[in-house]
């Protein structure tokens, strides 16, 4: 198996890190909390990520299915920080409601849920990066983070 690329804080924010592979087998998805990167020759210890501030922002798109309605386009969905690991939903669609989700970093550069009963994907490899959001399992939103 080939060795897979050392991802580091900035390769998250640029996505610059190399794809993985498309194969016909679902890869199993790993998750880190707390540090990415190896420590230099000098000791200096692992970086941080700060996944609440990768992915804070505006995110612009649509419903495209709820279980209570129709779809509906032109949805502003708002990421606000709480801490680094921590981040409120809020839209301007009134449906989506304010939800609080706890994030955690995958190795294939996406930042996810980690647990709860809303899921929650920012696809960092996508330029400007993709919003799926779906509170509590009623309605699915895609958006794009707005500059």
Known sequence: MPARPTQTADSLTTGSET???????????????????????????????????????SYFGNVQADSKGSSRSNVTVTLTKLDPYDVRVTSDYQRIGTVDVRLELSDLNWIMTDGGDSVLIVDLNKNPPKLEFNPHGELACVGFKQK
């Open 19 to 57: 794809a993985p592979s498309q194969n016909t087998e679902s890869p199993a998805i790993e998750t880190h909390r707390f540090e990415v990167g190896t420590p230099s020759d000098d000791n200096q210890s692992h970086k941080p990520v700060d996944v609440a501030n990768l992915v804070a922002g």
